[in-house]
Protein backbone atom coordinates (compact mmCIF):
# COMPACT_ATOMS: atom_id res chain seq x y z
CA UNK A 1 0.00 0.00 0.00
CA UNK A 2 1.17 3.02 -0.94
CA UNK A 3 1.81 6.04 1.53
CA UNK A 4 0.12 9.27 0.82
CA UNK A 5 2.72 11.79 -0.40
CA UNK A 6 0.91 14.44 1.75
CA UNK A 7 0.34 12.62 4.68
CA UNK A 8 2.94 9.92 5.17
CA UNK A 9 3.94 7.06 7.19
CA UNK A 10 5.97 7.80 10.19
CA UNK A 11 9.20 8.92 8.58
CA UNK A 12 11.13 5.80 10.03
CA UNK A 13 9.00 3.47 7.70
CA UNK A 14 10.46 5.92 4.35
CA UNK A 15 13.78 5.32 2.98
CA UNK A 16 15.85 8.81 2.85
CA UNK A 17 15.08 9.34 -1.40
CA UNK A 18 11.35 8.55 -0.48
CA UNK A 19 11.34 11.12 2.39
CA UNK A 20 12.90 13.22 0.40
CA UNK A 21 10.68 12.97 -2.00
CA UNK A 22 7.48 13.54 -0.04
CA UNK A 23 9.18 16.34 1.69
CA UNK A 24 9.45 18.12 -1.66
CA UNK A 25 5.83 17.63 -1.95
CA UNK A 26 4.71 18.91 0.95
CA UNK A 27 6.95 22.05 0.31
CA UNK A 28 5.80 21.98 -3.18
CA UNK A 29 1.80 22.71 -1.90
CA UNK A 30 2.78 25.11 0.85
CA UNK A 31 4.55 27.39 -1.81
CA UNK A 32 0.84 26.66 -3.68
CA UNK A 33 -0.81 27.77 -0.90
CA UNK A 34 1.20 30.66 0.17
CA UNK A 35 1.29 31.58 -3.33
CA UNK A 36 -2.16 31.15 -4.06
CA UNK A 37 -3.74 34.32 -2.45
CA UNK A 38 -0.62 36.77 -3.18
CA UNK A 39 -1.35 36.18 -6.32
CA UNK A 40 -5.30 37.13 -6.32
CA UNK A 41 -4.06 40.02 -4.72
CA UNK A 42 -1.16 40.92 -6.97
CA UNK A 43 -3.84 40.02 -10.06
CA UNK A 44 -6.63 42.44 -8.76
CA UNK A 45 -4.30 45.33 -8.61
CA UNK A 46 -6.21 47.66 -6.07
CA UNK A 47 -5.12 51.15 -6.61
CA UNK A 48 -8.10 52.86 -6.12
CA UNK A 49 -9.36 52.00 -2.68
CA UNK A 50 -10.74 55.52 -1.21
CA UNK A 51 -8.97 55.60 2.18
CA UNK A 52 -5.18 54.88 1.45
CA UNK A 53 -4.86 58.54 -0.80
CA UNK A 54 -5.60 60.47 2.97
CA UNK A 55 -3.73 57.78 4.65
CA UNK A 56 -0.50 58.83 2.13
CA UNK A 57 -0.88 62.31 2.63
CA UNK A 58 -1.12 61.89 6.82
CA UNK A 59 2.17 59.83 6.13
CA UNK A 60 3.30 62.73 3.71
CA UNK A 61 2.51 65.50 6.25
CA UNK A 62 4.31 63.83 8.93
CA UNK A 63 7.60 63.29 7.07
CA UNK A 64 7.70 66.78 6.22
CA UNK A 65 6.99 68.19 9.95
CA UNK A 66 8.92 65.42 11.64
CA UNK A 67 5.56 65.01 14.17
CA UNK A 68 2.43 63.58 14.21
CA UNK A 69 -1.07 65.47 13.76
CA UNK A 70 -3.06 66.42 16.52
CA UNK A 71 -5.40 69.16 14.91
CA UNK A 72 -7.50 68.50 11.63
CA UNK A 73 -6.49 69.77 8.73
CA UNK A 74 -7.52 68.37 5.69
CA UNK A 75 -11.76 69.11 6.68
CA UNK A 76 -13.19 71.98 5.51
CA UNK A 77 -15.94 72.14 8.29
CA UNK A 78 -13.48 70.56 11.28
CA UNK A 79 -10.13 72.39 10.74
CA UNK A 80 -8.43 72.90 13.94
CA UNK A 81 -10.53 70.24 15.75
CA UNK A 82 -8.33 67.79 18.06
CA UNK A 83 -7.63 64.63 15.74
CA UNK A 84 -5.09 61.57 16.43
CA UNK A 85 -3.94 59.92 13.31
CA UNK A 86 -3.57 56.68 14.93
CA UNK A 87 -2.66 54.87 12.26
CA UNK A 88 0.26 57.13 11.85
CA UNK A 89 3.15 54.26 11.96
CA UNK A 90 0.65 52.63 8.86
CA UNK A 91 0.76 56.25 6.80
CA UNK A 92 4.96 56.60 7.13
CA UNK A 93 5.40 53.13 6.00
CA UNK A 94 3.09 53.39 3.06
CA UNK A 95 4.27 56.94 1.77
CA UNK A 96 7.57 56.06 1.94
CA UNK A 97 7.11 52.91 -0.52
CA UNK A 98 4.61 55.07 -2.81
CA UNK A 99 7.84 57.10 -3.06
CA UNK A 100 10.05 54.63 -3.58
CA UNK A 101 8.12 52.88 -6.11
CA UNK A 102 5.11 54.13 -7.03
CA UNK A 103 1.85 52.83 -7.41
CA UNK A 104 3.31 49.22 -7.78
CA UNK A 105 4.33 50.28 -3.94
CA UNK A 106 0.81 50.25 -3.02
CA UNK A 107 0.32 46.70 -5.15
CA UNK A 108 3.41 45.01 -3.56
CA UNK A 109 2.52 45.78 0.12
CA UNK A 110 -0.97 44.34 -0.71
CA UNK A 111 0.63 41.02 -1.97
CA UNK A 112 3.42 40.98 0.80
CA UNK A 113 0.92 40.90 3.67
CA UNK A 114 -1.04 38.62 2.55
CA UNK A 115 1.81 36.69 1.86
CA UNK A 116 2.40 36.83 5.48
CA UNK A 117 -0.78 36.60 6.94
CA UNK A 118 -0.99 33.18 4.76
CA UNK A 119 2.29 31.79 6.40
CA UNK A 120 1.19 32.93 9.96
CA UNK A 121 -2.12 31.37 9.78
CA UNK A 122 -1.17 28.42 8.66
CA UNK A 123 2.23 28.42 11.47
CA UNK A 124 -0.97 28.80 13.97
CA UNK A 125 -3.06 25.80 12.30
CA UNK A 126 0.29 23.73 11.88
CA UNK A 127 0.88 23.97 15.45
CA UNK A 128 -2.51 22.74 15.98
CA UNK A 129 -3.37 20.25 13.80
CA UNK A 130 -0.33 16.91 13.03
CA UNK A 131 -2.65 16.71 9.33
CA UNK A 132 -0.81 18.41 6.45
CA UNK A 133 -3.45 17.77 4.18
CA UNK A 134 -5.91 19.22 6.51
CA UNK A 135 -4.34 22.06 7.42
CA UNK A 136 -3.63 23.47 4.22
CA UNK A 137 -7.25 22.74 3.40
CA UNK A 138 -8.17 24.56 6.75
CA UNK A 139 -5.81 27.79 6.00
CA UNK A 140 -6.90 28.21 2.20
CA UNK A 141 -10.56 28.06 3.22
CA UNK A 142 -9.69 31.00 5.97
CA UNK A 143 -7.73 33.34 3.80
CA UNK A 144 -10.09 32.93 0.73
CA UNK A 145 -13.27 34.10 2.95
CA UNK A 146 -10.78 36.94 3.45
CA UNK A 147 -10.76 37.70 0.07
CA UNK A 148 -12.71 41.10 0.30
CA UNK A 149 -10.48 42.74 2.38
CA UNK A 150 -7.08 42.62 0.16
CA UNK A 151 -6.92 46.30 -0.19
CA UNK A 152 -3.86 48.26 1.07
CA UNK A 153 -5.15 49.01 4.39
CA UNK A 154 -3.72 48.81 7.93
CA UNK A 155 -6.17 46.27 8.81
CA UNK A 156 -3.92 44.02 7.19
CA UNK A 157 -1.78 44.24 9.69
CA UNK A 158 -4.30 43.77 12.36
CA UNK A 159 -4.89 40.47 10.91
CA UNK A 160 -1.71 39.38 10.92
CA UNK A 161 -1.17 41.02 14.62
CA UNK A 162 -3.81 38.80 15.60
CA UNK A 163 -3.24 35.35 14.46
CA UNK A 164 0.66 35.77 15.75
CA UNK A 165 -1.45 36.85 19.39
CA UNK A 166 -4.05 34.17 18.78
CA UNK A 167 -1.00 31.08 17.75
CA UNK A 168 0.76 32.52 21.03
CA UNK A 169 -1.79 32.05 22.96
CA UNK A 170 -3.24 28.66 21.85
CA UNK A 171 -0.06 27.48 22.64
CA UNK A 172 0.50 28.68 26.19
CA UNK A 173 -2.53 27.50 27.34
CA UNK A 174 -1.92 24.21 25.33
CA UNK A 175 1.77 23.47 26.62
CA UNK A 176 2.30 25.90 29.77
CA UNK A 177 4.85 27.55 28.06
CA UNK A 178 5.72 31.24 29.47
CA UNK A 179 7.88 32.05 26.86
CA UNK A 180 6.10 32.90 24.31
CA UNK A 181 3.75 35.33 26.37
CA UNK A 182 6.65 38.09 26.43
CA UNK A 183 6.24 38.96 22.46
CA UNK A 184 3.01 40.15 22.94
CA UNK A 185 3.97 43.75 24.77
CA UNK A 186 6.09 44.02 21.39
CA UNK A 187 3.11 43.00 19.19
CA UNK A 188 1.17 45.33 21.27
CA UNK A 189 3.14 48.28 20.96
CA UNK A 190 3.53 47.74 17.10
CA UNK A 191 -0.17 47.20 16.93
CA UNK A 192 -1.29 50.49 18.65
CA UNK A 193 0.41 52.87 16.55
CA UNK A 194 -0.17 51.23 13.12
CA UNK A 195 -3.95 50.13 13.83
CA UNK A 196 -7.09 51.40 16.56
CA UNK A 197 -8.10 47.77 16.07
CA UNK A 198 -5.31 46.72 18.40
CA UNK A 199 -8.71 46.43 20.90
CA UNK A 200 -9.41 43.44 19.40
CA UNK A 201 -5.89 41.57 20.50
CA UNK A 202 -6.24 43.38 23.95
CA UNK A 203 -9.81 41.99 24.67
CA UNK A 204 -9.04 38.14 23.64
CA UNK A 205 -6.03 37.98 25.68
CA UNK A 206 -8.02 39.91 28.52
CA UNK A 207 -10.73 36.49 27.74
CA UNK A 208 -7.59 34.08 27.82
CA UNK A 209 -6.24 35.81 31.59
CA UNK A 210 -10.52 35.52 33.10
CA UNK A 211 -10.25 31.59 31.49
CA UNK A 212 -7.11 31.13 33.56
CA UNK A 213 -9.14 32.38 36.60
CA UNK A 214 -11.93 30.69 36.46
CA UNK A 215 -10.32 27.33 36.07
CA UNK A 216 -8.10 27.81 38.71
CA UNK A 217 -10.89 28.50 40.86
CA UNK A 218 -13.38 25.84 40.07
CA UNK A 219 -10.87 22.92 39.73
CA UNK A 220 -8.28 24.13 42.09
CA UNK A 221 -5.03 22.67 40.08
CA UNK A 222 -2.46 24.84 38.75
CA UNK A 223 -3.59 25.45 34.58
CA UNK A 224 -1.40 25.35 31.88
CA UNK A 225 -1.83 28.75 31.85
CA UNK A 226 -1.81 30.08 35.02
CA UNK A 227 -3.09 33.59 35.92
CA UNK A 228 -0.61 35.57 37.36
CA UNK A 229 1.23 34.97 33.81
CA UNK A 230 -1.89 35.95 31.87
CA UNK A 231 -2.27 38.27 34.17
CA UNK A 232 1.12 39.92 33.76
CA UNK A 233 0.87 39.23 29.95
CA UNK A 234 -2.03 41.09 30.15
CA UNK A 235 -1.07 44.35 31.75
CA UNK A 236 2.08 44.44 30.01
CA UNK A 237 0.29 44.33 27.02
CA UNK A 238 -1.74 47.24 27.77
CA UNK A 239 0.88 49.56 29.39
CA UNK A 240 2.91 48.73 25.91
CA UNK A 241 -0.33 50.21 23.78
CA UNK A 242 0.29 53.73 25.47
CA UNK A 243 3.92 53.87 23.73
CA UNK A 244 2.51 55.68 21.33
CA UNK A 245 2.31 59.73 20.88
CA UNK A 246 -0.84 60.09 22.30
CA UNK A 247 -0.50 57.96 24.92
CA UNK A 248 -3.76 57.50 26.74
CA UNK A 249 -5.92 59.74 24.50
CA UNK A 250 -5.91 56.71 21.81
CA UNK A 251 -8.48 55.02 23.78
CA UNK A 252 -11.00 57.92 23.29
CA UNK A 253 -10.71 57.42 19.31
CA UNK A 254 -11.61 53.55 20.61
CA UNK A 255 -14.95 55.17 22.02
CA UNK A 256 -15.70 57.13 19.20
CA UNK A 257 -15.59 54.08 16.77
CA UNK A 258 -17.65 51.90 19.45
CA UNK A 259 -20.12 54.57 20.18
CA UNK A 260 -20.78 56.40 16.71
CA UNK A 261 -23.32 54.73 13.94
CA UNK A 262 -22.90 56.86 11.01
CA UNK A 263 -20.41 54.94 8.95
CA UNK A 264 -22.09 51.87 9.78
CA UNK A 265 -25.38 53.11 8.47
CA UNK A 266 -23.78 54.88 5.24
CA UNK A 267 -20.56 52.68 4.01
CA UNK A 268 -21.04 49.31 2.98
CA UNK A 269 -17.88 47.69 3.51
CA UNK A 270 -18.82 48.74 7.61
CA UNK A 271 -22.62 46.96 6.96
CA UNK A 272 -23.51 43.60 8.11
CA UNK A 273 -22.43 40.63 5.87
CA UNK A 274 -25.26 40.50 2.83
CA UNK A 275 -24.84 36.68 1.73
CA UNK A 276 -24.34 37.56 -1.91
CA UNK A 277 -21.38 35.34 -2.93
CA UNK A 278 -19.62 32.71 -1.97
CA UNK A 279 -17.32 33.70 0.49
CA UNK A 280 -19.81 35.06 2.59
CA UNK A 281 -21.16 31.56 2.72
CA UNK A 282 -17.87 29.76 3.45
CA UNK A 283 -17.90 31.94 6.20
CA UNK A 284 -21.03 30.90 7.85
CA UNK A 285 -20.05 27.62 7.07
CA UNK A 286 -16.75 27.91 8.82
CA UNK A 287 -18.59 29.47 11.64
CA UNK A 288 -21.37 26.35 12.18
CA UNK A 289 -18.05 23.99 11.82
CA UNK A 290 -16.46 25.36 14.91
CA UNK A 291 -19.57 25.60 16.92
CA UNK A 292 -19.74 21.89 16.10
CA UNK A 293 -16.31 21.59 16.59
CA UNK A 294 -16.88 22.76 20.29
CA UNK A 295 -20.02 21.28 20.80
CA UNK A 296 -18.28 17.79 20.21
CA UNK A 297 -15.70 18.20 22.70
CA UNK A 298 -18.80 17.13 25.42
CA UNK A 299 -17.49 20.01 27.81
CA UNK A 300 -17.50 23.80 28.10
CA UNK A 301 -13.97 25.49 26.59
CA UNK A 302 -14.30 28.94 28.38
CA UNK A 303 -11.66 30.79 25.69
CA UNK A 304 -13.07 28.78 22.68
CA UNK A 305 -16.64 29.48 23.55
CA UNK A 306 -15.74 32.65 23.83
CA UNK A 307 -13.63 34.05 21.56
CA UNK A 308 -16.06 32.18 18.75
CA UNK A 309 -18.80 34.57 20.21
CA UNK A 310 -17.08 37.54 19.94
CA UNK A 311 -14.89 37.01 16.41
CA UNK A 312 -19.02 36.08 15.42
CA UNK A 313 -19.86 39.71 16.92
CA UNK A 314 -17.28 41.23 15.04
CA UNK A 315 -17.57 39.53 11.86
CA UNK A 316 -21.27 39.64 11.50
CA UNK A 317 -21.88 43.16 12.27
CA UNK A 318 -19.40 44.44 10.12
CA UNK A 319 -17.75 43.09 6.88
CA UNK A 320 -14.67 44.64 7.58
CA UNK A 321 -13.86 42.82 10.62
CA UNK A 322 -14.36 38.84 8.69
CA UNK A 323 -11.43 38.36 9.09
CA UNK A 324 -11.94 37.66 12.61
CA UNK A 325 -13.97 34.61 12.36
CA UNK A 326 -12.14 33.26 9.79
CA UNK A 327 -9.30 32.98 11.97
CA UNK A 328 -10.89 32.27 14.77
CA UNK A 329 -13.12 29.49 12.65
CA UNK A 330 -9.49 27.82 11.65
CA UNK A 331 -7.57 27.89 15.55
CA UNK A 332 -10.71 25.81 17.08
CA UNK A 333 -11.15 23.59 13.77
CA UNK A 334 -7.24 22.93 13.65
CA UNK A 335 -7.61 22.32 17.69
CA UNK A 336 -10.92 20.40 17.66
CA UNK A 337 -10.85 17.84 14.97
CA UNK A 338 -8.39 14.92 15.97
CA UNK A 339 -6.73 12.65 13.32
CA UNK A 340 -6.62 9.75 15.41
CA UNK A 341 -3.73 8.03 16.19
CA UNK A 342 -1.52 8.30 13.18
CA UNK A 343 1.43 9.84 13.37
CA UNK A 344 2.68 12.24 10.88
CA UNK A 345 5.49 13.28 9.41
CA UNK A 346 7.09 16.17 10.06
CA UNK A 347 7.69 18.87 7.75
CA UNK A 348 12.09 20.16 7.69
CA UNK A 349 12.57 23.83 8.94
CA UNK A 350 13.57 24.27 5.33
CA UNK A 351 9.87 23.52 4.20
CA UNK A 352 8.19 27.12 5.08
CA UNK A 353 11.36 29.53 4.03
CA UNK A 354 11.70 27.68 0.52
CA UNK A 355 7.43 27.75 -0.17
CA UNK A 356 7.97 32.25 0.95
CA UNK A 357 10.44 32.44 -1.37
CA UNK A 358 9.09 30.84 -4.46
CA UNK A 359 6.04 32.14 -3.40
CA UNK A 360 7.77 35.93 -3.74
CA UNK A 361 9.29 34.93 -6.44
CA UNK A 362 5.70 33.87 -8.44
CA UNK A 363 4.31 36.79 -7.37
CA UNK A 364 7.16 38.63 -9.10
CA UNK A 365 6.55 36.84 -12.08
CA UNK A 366 3.20 37.72 -12.40
CA UNK A 367 3.97 41.40 -12.23
CA UNK A 368 6.19 40.88 -15.00
CA UNK A 369 3.78 38.70 -17.30
CA UNK A 370 0.78 40.24 -16.67
CA UNK A 371 2.71 44.05 -17.59
CA UNK A 372 2.11 45.98 -14.66
CA UNK A 373 3.37 49.39 -14.36
CA UNK A 374 2.96 52.30 -12.72
CA UNK A 375 1.85 54.34 -16.36
CA UNK A 376 -0.79 50.98 -16.24
CA UNK A 377 -1.60 51.65 -12.71
CA UNK A 378 -2.28 55.20 -13.05
CA UNK A 379 -5.00 54.52 -15.86
CA UNK A 380 -6.68 52.09 -13.77
CA UNK A 381 -7.05 54.72 -11.31
CA UNK A 382 -8.07 57.35 -13.78
CA UNK A 383 -11.21 54.89 -14.70
CA UNK A 384 -12.16 55.36 -11.19
CA UNK A 385 -11.20 58.34 -9.62
CA UNK A 386 -11.38 62.19 -10.52
CA UNK A 387 -7.63 62.02 -11.69
CA UNK A 388 -8.51 64.07 -14.99
CA UNK A 389 -11.10 66.49 -13.27
CA UNK A 390 -8.48 67.39 -10.68
CA UNK A 391 -6.05 67.98 -13.55
CA UNK A 392 -8.79 70.62 -15.22
CA UNK A 393 -9.60 72.25 -11.46
CA UNK A 394 -5.34 72.57 -11.38
CA UNK A 395 -5.26 74.02 -14.64
CA UNK A 396 -7.98 76.45 -14.51
CA UNK A 397 -7.19 77.54 -10.50
CA UNK A 398 -10.58 76.91 -9.76
CA UNK A 399 -10.75 77.43 -5.78
CA UNK A 400 -12.74 76.62 -3.06
CA UNK A 401 -14.51 75.91 -0.74
CA UNK A 402 -15.11 72.63 -1.72
CA UNK A 403 -17.25 69.95 -2.01
CA UNK A 404 -17.05 66.42 -2.79
CA UNK A 405 -17.99 63.17 -3.21
CA UNK A 406 -17.45 60.84 0.26
CA UNK A 407 -15.79 58.19 -1.85
CA UNK A 408 -13.42 61.15 -3.61
CA UNK A 409 -12.20 62.71 -0.09
CA UNK A 410 -9.19 60.30 0.24
CA UNK A 411 -8.02 61.59 -3.12
CA UNK A 412 -9.05 64.63 -3.63
CA UNK A 413 -7.00 65.56 -0.01
CA UNK A 414 -3.71 63.47 -1.76
CA UNK A 415 -4.15 65.44 -5.08
CA UNK A 416 -6.22 68.46 -4.97
CA UNK A 417 -4.45 69.76 -2.02
CA UNK A 418 -7.69 71.46 -0.92
CA UNK A 419 -9.73 70.93 2.48
CA UNK A 420 -12.64 68.63 1.55
CA UNK A 421 -16.05 68.16 2.92
CA UNK A 422 -15.78 64.85 3.91
CA UNK A 423 -13.45 61.77 3.31
CA UNK A 424 -13.55 58.05 4.51
CA UNK A 425 -12.78 59.30 8.72
CA UNK A 426 -15.95 58.59 9.49
CA UNK A 427 -15.12 58.79 13.79
CA UNK A 428 -14.10 62.39 12.80
CA UNK A 429 -17.31 63.63 10.99
CA UNK A 430 -19.79 61.68 13.42
CA UNK A 431 -22.89 60.51 12.55
CA UNK A 432 -24.73 63.80 12.20
CA UNK A 433 -22.47 64.94 9.48
CA UNK A 434 -22.47 61.53 7.89
CA UNK A 435 -26.63 61.48 7.77
CA UNK A 436 -26.32 65.02 6.48
CA UNK A 437 -24.13 63.49 3.56
CA UNK A 438 -26.20 61.00 2.85
CA UNK A 439 -28.90 63.15 2.31
CA UNK A 440 -27.61 65.57 -0.29
CA UNK A 441 -25.66 63.21 -2.26
CA UNK A 442 -29.21 61.06 -2.89
CA UNK A 443 -30.54 64.86 -3.48
CA UNK A 444 -33.16 63.97 -0.54
CA UNK A 445 -35.86 67.19 -0.41
CA UNK A 446 -33.66 69.52 1.77
CA UNK A 447 -30.73 68.71 -0.32
CA UNK A 448 -30.37 72.08 -1.38
CA UNK A 449 -29.88 73.45 2.32
CA UNK A 450 -26.53 71.87 3.19
CA UNK A 451 -24.56 74.18 4.60
CA UNK A 452 -21.58 73.22 3.29
CA UNK A 453 -23.18 72.61 -0.41
CA UNK A 454 -24.85 76.27 -0.03
CA UNK A 455 -21.00 77.64 0.75
CA UNK A 456 -19.01 75.50 -2.14
CA UNK A 457 -17.24 77.71 -4.53
CA UNK A 458 -16.60 74.12 -6.42
CA UNK A 459 -18.38 70.93 -6.57
CA UNK A 460 -16.85 67.41 -7.53
CA UNK A 461 -18.93 64.57 -7.84
CA UNK A 462 -19.73 61.20 -9.50
CA UNK A 463 -21.34 61.94 -12.88
CA UNK A 464 -23.86 59.42 -11.91
CA UNK A 465 -24.94 61.04 -8.31
CA UNK A 466 -28.29 62.00 -8.04
CA UNK A 467 -26.87 64.97 -6.75
CA UNK A 468 -24.60 66.16 -10.34
CA UNK A 469 -28.18 65.56 -11.80
CA UNK A 470 -30.28 67.70 -9.68
CA UNK A 471 -26.82 70.35 -9.93
CA UNK A 472 -27.09 70.86 -13.32
CA UNK A 473 -30.66 72.42 -13.45
CA UNK A 474 -29.29 74.74 -10.19
CA UNK A 475 -28.85 78.47 -10.53
CA UNK A 476 -26.23 78.72 -8.13
CA UNK A 477 -23.76 76.62 -9.83
CA UNK A 478 -22.39 76.30 -13.42
CA UNK A 479 -20.61 72.92 -14.68
CA UNK A 480 -17.64 73.85 -15.99
CA UNK A 481 -16.35 69.95 -16.62
CA UNK A 482 -17.51 66.11 -16.97
CA UNK A 483 -15.70 62.93 -18.50
CA UNK A 484 -17.15 59.48 -17.56
CA UNK A 485 -16.18 59.45 -14.20
CA UNK A 486 -16.76 62.90 -12.51
CA UNK A 487 -18.94 66.14 -13.44
CA UNK A 488 -16.91 69.84 -12.05
CA UNK A 489 -19.59 72.66 -11.11
CA UNK A 490 -18.23 75.98 -9.97
CA UNK A 491 -20.66 78.40 -8.20
CA UNK A 492 -21.91 81.38 -10.22
CA UNK A 493 -20.84 84.95 -9.19
Known sequence: MRPDPLNPVPSGALGVPKLWAVQLVQTAVLAVLFAGPTLLCVHAACVTDPDIWWHMRVGEWILQHHAV?????????????????????FELLVVKIFYRLGLMGIVAYSGAMILAITAALHHMVKRLQGDFTLGVMLTFTSIFCMGHLFTPRPWLLTILFFILELDILMQVRRTGKKRELLWLPLIFALWANIHIEYIYGLSILGLAWVESVIVRWRSGNVAQAQPVWMGCALLASALATLANPYGWRIYGVVYDLVTQGGGVRQISEMQAIPFRDVLDFLLLLLALGSAAAL?????????????????????????????????????????????????????????????L????????????????????????????????????????????????????????????RMPVSIDGRTNLYGNERMDRWSATSTAQSDWFSD???????????????????????DSRFQLVYEDEVAAVFIARK
Open 69 to 89: PRVEMFSRELTGKPWLAYSWL
Open 295 to 355: AWQRRFLIFETGLLAFACLLSFRSMRDEWALAVVAAAILASGIRNGDRSTMRLPRFATGVA
Open 357 to 416: IAAGLLMVAELRLMHVSNDQLRIKVANTLPVHAVEVIQARGYAGPLFNNFNWGGYLIWAL
Open 451 to 473: PLLTSAGLVVESVRSPITQVLRM
